[in-house]
């Protein structure tokens, strides 16, 4: 039970506590980008999760399997953003196979994954918090989850925000960083919940 | 150091293995026209069709009919060829701009009725055939200037939408979000344009517009061209684009100033020391602008010269030039 | 007829009386009896905070408009409306330029940047609270205790919320002991610390049941956010009682009644349908339990329904009502 | 009571012309009878200038099954088929135009006398449509495509709908109360022709005299049901799930149910075609509204010039600044005097400057009022933020042709947006698409 409660809170401090995008401000990119139509956010909330927890794993095993060893822990991020390139890639091969209506929407914005900060950041906050590799796949699928869900929540605000009457100076990326400001605010309420 | 270059090396060579694996198994295959079309783009990937790649661009090109052929880095032999192999029609015609056929502003055609709705001709077309007491003239709620996607239409003071030739690309979008179809595409070269398209008999225009076309053929009866006819439909007259000299004949005598005229072109002169007096200026001009006696100089009356061109086109010497040129 | 043209329009050619401005002007009715208790208890700093959000509120909304060439609306009320409930969510003895602060957030920042009235996703003034809370800890967390009018003696005395008292408690003490007494009868008449609008329930369920006989708002948000904070922390009352406090003080407690009867069912930032409303209003009941439990945060109500209104186009894209003939 | 999903409470207003008995419009010169008074294909005029024509000749012949014919109003020369405006479009419309001779002599063999009961169904079908017959609601369905299903929709419910829930009228009302039995007779004469044994008279609780007189004069085989006071109760649709509780699927007709909806006045003017031989060149109307001097019920002929109505009920009040064909909730405003009077005609409304809608509109603030009030379970709040930026397309997905243009939404709009119009203007540029579509194939 105390275990089990340890990775619920490891679930929920990442997802909202410290919230990926709206809290440590990483992935902002595809954050602004894919979150267009509620449909997109959703197939590249689903993508980032996928390809995040995948290559927390990857680069855990990597990281205390041959970097640690070998005494090359200097090469961490050059090693770790070559695994995750090569992963986003072998995800969207498999994505453009298994269903292409998502391959065709999520377009230019799936191989940007690879630079999605977010991605090295899990897999590098995950070594630096120790955790282990159980724990480093609960943290990036919490990580992922709650990107996925500022994602989709944020795609459905400004789905309405096309439908508004914005003054023309902040049409488009102004007032969707200032919603995302706001929404940031809000999650705020979520700080102490986990220490 | 050596290890470092062995790790590195490793895991890309680990990774390059997967992948090299991958792309065989979840290999797919694209359709053979989208690799054709995908050949013949440029390849650059340069987004300026508004699509992640050329690839993307080709299977939009390929799966949608209606995909604009909007590449900007092809030439046109290119294209056309693209066009082909997709099968359908290339627009070839030169650049054409929006002209708005109405000049019935708000001073000069009333409304008949006040008018409470939304701030759209289409709507208000909706309610009762529209406000205007012309049945036939611009709403002047701008929809034009609203759909434009190039923002070349703007509503003037006078409740009329004017176009900016240099924005208008003559995409047709406002030809299409017009409710009475008054704006059309014309050639960017062709000015004369009669600005009317009542249906209406000259009496009740009259009562509905103070400035609209009346029938009274005076335009026909003036061209010297025959390029302006009178279709059956009881509108007002047309103006042959291709026989138009843009002489302005027209635009002086229509007596309710609904024949508009973008640029008056240049008088002529003749070059003295070219001319061989030919007299083939003297026949051909309409306005008896050109005198002169055979063999000798001919001569141009300003005045009466209206730049219509003609004997710019006839003179064999190429002796006669516009004013302002050289 | 007999002068000028007649007026066509389309169809219907009547119309309900009920404006936009009456209905802003029924809300500020009732938010009355929760704002005059704010000032028989807190004073003339509270009635202070009130005149001065509601004119700045209503001053930036002009000038903005005015700045950006759109016409002028002050007239319909919203603006007054947001700069009450602004006044409400504040301390009493908030600094002048506070108040300001938040109405410039609350009327630019959350309203006239969306384009005005209507579409706005997040409740203005909340988004005003929320930023002058984070921004100005200090000012926004110092609480008197409440005095009536008559008593009312030169000095204010410095005291807690009841929600933070508890907060404290647990925090330091591991139980509710350390809270010490907090009587029921005060929390319920608005003799508690506070912001000044929020700590009378019976006037704030009075002005809410007005405004719910006026069908202005419907009793769903309401009464299922105050009953979801009523089950969920009553669940953990039977639990632990020593460190969960009683149901009935957390809904009489902090900003739930202010919240669930006038913020979370703001009607620009809640969802159209009814069963959209439930959720909205589950929503708002669980992060707020879970925020006043566990948080860093003694109080969540605001967090809460924030949160909530990022989610109303996903709930109401959910919960799109069956169209009549569709349904067999 | 029997009701329905949604609607409004807007204020009856038929106190103007509720005790006002029905009072026949005396003759004018002219009449102006419009070719195309019905929904559906064109008809074409058979008269011409300079011919005589007689009351209850025909004046035009339907092309195509799904079309009407009209008739003259009254006897006299025609000066010619004109362009007149049609009061439903606002465009001109052909029209045969009769300078009456006062002399109001019937054509020939009409009015006869005969049992219509005796005959049999596709006899009475064609005579119904030779008269001319409309639904006189003010939808101008021709009444014998109704009453000719296809094999594979047998009809086993028949509604006469005395329910005008539409403020302000009373016309139906008033014809309920005189003249009871030229309904229940039509009514009668239509379970004859579809075989039926029973019958319902749909009457809003408002109106509980007409049910008394109703109930007294109708056969045990026409029951009448009494409904909630609600807009738009007396919408086909809505009007079938109150009495029938059955839905008519999105895009589909009453027939797709079993049902079939009949006006009471349609139900009378079927009795005097088929007993009679009467074509339906005449209607009850109410005159009302706080802008007329003299509200009124008048039962007038088709083709009549509003004009001629307006001064027979004392002309209009000072302040009158809009006049409306039909009811305030779905009528249509007219700008011109010289409209006729049509058999789709339900009522002629006139509203002060005071009542009528202010000009400017304000953003949605999403209340949901509309969506409360919608009676066919849509978002009218989305719709008219997308109609405010034209965007049909996404409208198509939120039902936008569902839209039964009932008002209820755009009445109780806090930020008086017209929803109903936005919602027409993007269903006409869907249509428009289609159209194009369709041509292009």
Known sequence: ?195 | MLDAVFVIGGVGFLAALVLGIAAVTFAVKPDPKEAEVLDLLPGANCGACGYAGCAAFAHALVQDPDTPMACTAVDADTAQRISSLLGRELDVAGPMVASVRCMGSKDSAGSRFSYVGPMDCRAAQLVAGGYKACGYGCLGLGTCEAVCPFDAIHMGADGLPEVVLERCTGCGTCVDACPRGIIRLVPKDALVELRCVSLDSPKVMKGACDIGCIKCMLCVNVCPFDAIDVLDNGGPPVIDQDKCHRCSLCVDVCPRGVIDIYRVPQKVRIVEDRCIGCSICDQVCPFDAISGEPKGVYVVDLDRCRGCGLCVDKCPKDAIVRVGDA | MSDGLVVVSSSPHIHSPEDIGWIMRQVIYALVPGAAVGVYFFGLPAFNVIWISVVSCIGVEALLQWLMGRAITVKDGSAALTGLLLAMNLPPTSPWWLVVIGALVAIGLGKQVYGGLGNNPFNPALTARVFLLISFPVQMTSWIVPRPFLLRSADAVTGATPLGAIKTAVFMHGNLAAAGKISLMDLFMGNVGGSLGEISAIALILGGTYLIYKKIISWHIPVIYIGTVFVMTGIFWLINPGVYANPVLHIFSGGLMLGAFFMATDLVTSPVTVFGKVIFAIGCGVITVVIRLWGGYPEGVSFSILIMNAFVPLINRGTRPVVFGAGR | MLSFRGGIHPPGMKHLVRDRAIVDMPLVPLYRVLVQQHIGAPAKPLVKAGDTVKRGQMLSEPLGFVSASVHAPTSGKVRGVENCINPVTGLGSPCVVIEADGEDAWAEGIPFDVDPFSMDGSELISRIRSSGIVGMGGATFPSHVKLSPPRDKPIDAFIVNGVECEPYLGADHRLMLEEPQRIVLGARLVMHILGLSVAVVAIEANKLDAVEVMRKNAPGSIRVEVLDVKYPQGAEKQLIKAILDREVPPGGLPMDVGALVHNAGTCAAIWDACSRGIPLIERVTSVTGSGIREPKNIRVRVGTPLRDVIDFCGGLQEDASKVIFGGPMMGIAQYSMDVPVTKGTSGILVLRSREVDRSSYTSCISCGRCVDACPMGLLPNVLSRLGERSMWEDALEYNLMDCIECGSCAYVCPAYRPIVHFIKHMKALAREASAKKRQAV
Request: aromatic letters at 12%; proline letters at 4%; charged letters at 5%.
């Open chain 1, 1 to 195: 039970m105390h275990i089990f409660l340890h990775y619920v809170l490891l679930v929920v401090g990442s997802a909202l506590v410290n919230n990926f995008v709206l809290h440590r401000f990483l992935g902002i990119c595809p954050f602004l980008g894919v979150s267009k139509s509620t449909d997109t956010a959703v197939g590249m909330g689903m993508a980032v999760i996928f390809v995040m927890t995948l290559a927390s794993f990857v680069v855990w095993l990597i990281n205390y399997y041959l970097l640690l060893p070998y005494g090359l822990v200097y090469l961490q991020t050059i090693v770790f953003i070559l695994v995750i390139a090569s992963l986003v890639q072998l995800v969207e091969m498999i994505i453009q196979r298994v269903s292409p209506p998502l391959y065709q929407a999520l377009g230019i914005y799936l191989p940007l994954i690879t630079t999605n900060c977010a991605v090295l950041g899990v897999a590098i906050l995950n070594i630096q918090l120790k955790y282990d590799l159980l724990e480093a796949c609960v943290f990036a699928l919490g990580a992922s989850v709650g990107f996925g869900l500022a994602l989709v929540i944020f795609s459905g605000m400004r789905e309405n925000l096309e439908l508004s009457d914005v003054p023309g100076a902040f049409k488009g990326t102004p007032i969707a960083l200032i919603t995302a400001g706001i929404l940031s605010l809000a999650f705020m309420g979520f700080s102490g919940l986990v220490k």
